[in-house]
């Protein structure tokens, strides 16, 4: 069904961080083209000399065009789109009562809005191949986390957008999933900490840890294991899955 008779190309936003860079390494060794899109500059730089980029666009992602661009480019560098990974992402936390419209407008933006604008300027594209899009969500996609109601209104968002996306793209062959993680050990993990923690970023860790039902030998999740399963999810093993919301969590969002 691909164009052309070319290795495939997944689109990754948020490629320079902990689970885009992850993701792209996962697609990578298994003969993929990758397309990394990021505000980093710096960090799609150190990503580059890590392995292989078929396309590498810096660009800040918050407003439509942008995306609409990126796309664009992505196609024009590497021909087609077969997948496209939504990893970008921002955490802001903090009670509603002291909210900072700017806060909002940054976490719906990255979040919500660059996810969007990213899968509609994708979509034709991808039913051209029958690809998949993967968006990663969150627990927070599906369950409140306290002090964290803009992250969660986010998450919230692109879970949904991702489950009416698989409805309105299956009669082309395009599925659409969300992976919602518990916390992964990334750079937005550590930005939570040191921003957050007063000062005292193991016990903001701990905390965290805390809420797993492993209770003392709760561990926080590796990015690997999160692009596994998004790879798997871009595989014809998984032709059947579409409209599925994944929690990869150890159980955070299980029950109480
Ligand atoms: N780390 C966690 O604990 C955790 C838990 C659940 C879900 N998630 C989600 O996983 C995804 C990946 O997060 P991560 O932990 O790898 O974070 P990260 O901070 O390591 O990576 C996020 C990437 O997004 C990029 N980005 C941010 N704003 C951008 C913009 N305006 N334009 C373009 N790129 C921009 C950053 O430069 C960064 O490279 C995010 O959607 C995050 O919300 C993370």
């Known amino acids: 069904m691909n164009p052309k008779n070319e290795a495939p190309v997944v689109v990754i936003s948020g490629a320079a961080g902990g689970v885009g860079a992850a993701v792209a390494r996962r697609f990578h060794a298994s003969g993929w083209r990758i397309a990394a899109l990021d ?95 993967v968006n990663v969500s969150s627990d927070a996609g599906h369950q409140g986390n306290q002090n964290a109601a803009i992250y969660c209104a986010s998450k919230g968002g692109l879970t949904l957008l991702s489950k009416t996306l698989a409805l309105d793209l299956a009669p082309h062959g395009v599925r659409v999933n969300s992976v919602s993680p518990g916390d992964i050990n990334t750079p ?50 998984a032709r059947s899955i579409t409209g599925a919301d994944l929690a990869i969590d150890r159980g955070l969002s299980t029950g109480i």
């Open 39 to 133: 505000a980093s500059d710096v960090g799609l730089q150190a990503l580059a000399a890590d392995l292989p980029l078929a396309a590498r666009i810096t660009a800040d992602l918050r407003g439509a065009d942008a995306c609409r661009h990126a796309i664009a480019e992505a196609v024009r560098q590497c021909g087609r789109i077969d997948a496209l990974v939504n990893a970008i992402g921002v955490w802001r936390e903090g009670p509603v009562e002291d909210a900072d419209e700017a806060d909002f407008d940054l976490v719906l933006a990255v979040n919500l809005k660059a996810p969007f604008f990213l899968c509609s300027a994708a979509i034709p594209h991808l039913k051209l191949t029958r690809g998949c899009i």
């Open 188 to 237: 937005m993990l550590r930005f939570q900490a040191e921003r957050y923690g007063g000062g005292d970023v193991d016990g903001y860790l701990q905390g965290l840890l805390a809420k797993y039902p492993q209770g003392a030998s709760a561990c926080f999740i590796e990015a690997e294991e999160v692009a596994e399963l998004i790879h798997f999810l871009c595989q014809p093993a």
